[in-house]
């Protein structure tokens, strides 16, 4: 029978404790535990529940990091004007928006955020608000008022608002530089509640409601490169109310959603070219928002059957741990 | 037919609810009403439904819990309405009815 030497070219280490850097398929035998251990790379990576947030609510939107996040606005019904911020460990309400609305965008930091349309109670809104870390600030309004539009930026003075809905769905792409809303380079294909990634200058745009009568979900995906719009690959499974990860065009995560039938739990990863789906959430929902990048994400909130969930889950990809090899 | 689900409900508490690892080792669906549906005949699922102190539920009696809970939110889909709304407006603004759920033995 050949043996581990014989196959890996090396014999398996006796330690102690267990040595402090690993390297993925290292094998080793812990001598204090008895235990035969090896350390595990999974490029799916994981999701895993976080501390819940404080009231449930969905479409609403996300901001910041894993450690350092920041949602606001939707709706438990009726529309919110809550926010509450993540240090990582537990969620603590801090200042509200102006106005309390939902199916609206965000984008930023912890301590630089930028909360812009929606929809207010009665009224599709052009509401641009600006958080410095400690509260609101309105500021100058979007050209165009519309709901469950998508984003992307990374602070308070750069982002982009493109598509969503007025009385039809609009193709309308506008681009923020801390002091004004500019229009850009049109969509090819207007829709409602897909999610965005990305910056002012390089930005996805995956998923959406295309026909609200119907419900058609889509899975188109467009790349934006500071100047117009260009189809890319489409998502593996169409969907709306999806949301995204989106510091970085070239590494988003999109996840979560509704097909028209049923509430997701899927997970897709971008890379630059294409979608690959990777692990799933363990709790479908849609409506949600999320924080954080494609390696450390966050999905929060959102309605499951059950309106309004307060449910979080963080994302870490790739997920690297040691583990024991089971001989039961 | 072998079972390939089993079920139980527990209060998800948060960060430790499920770690990485065993989100890595078991397939989770979280179904409304603190119902969770994990494989059966698993050494990680059963450990982790120990974890969480989990009820064990037979698939009938998840499917009583989470069909009230499917119920209670087409309900409430169905009594909120808007006037002069058309069904694609409520659509757009509160997403699709609640589905039904039919669970896996």
Redesign the interface.
Known sequence: MADYKGIKGGKVQNFSTNPPAPIPGQVWYNETTFSLNYFSS?PLG???????INTGR?TLAGSGIQTAALIFGGTT?PASALTESYDG?SWTEVGDLNTARNGLCGVGTSTSSLAYSG?APGAQVAVNESWNGTSWTEVADLNLARA?AAEAGVSNTSALCFSG?TDTLQLVNESWNGTSWTEVGDLNTGR?YGAGFGTVTAAIFAGG?I???T?SNSALAESWNGTAWTEVGDLNTGRY?NYAAKQSATAGLVFGG?N???SL?LTEQWNGTSFVEV??L???R??LAGAGTQASAMAVAG?????AAK??EEY?SP?E?T?TV?T? | MAKTKQYCVAENWGKGFINHDESFRITFRGLPGNVWQIPANNKAGNLWISKVAGAVKTKDEAQTIVTAEVTKAQNAWDADNVDDESSAEKIERLGSKPADITLEE
């Not at chain 1, 994981?46 to 819940?52: C, I, L, P, R």
């Not at chain 1, 309605?303 to 309106?307: G, I, L, N």
């Open positions: 999974s994981s999701w895993a529940t976080g501390n819940n969905d019904p460990t929809e469950n809905i409602s409601l026909s609200p009568a419900p109310h509704h028209g039938t049923d739990a692990a799933d363990s709790q479908v849609y409506g309605s499951r059957a059950v309106p449910a979080t870490t997920l741990s583990k089971d039961d």
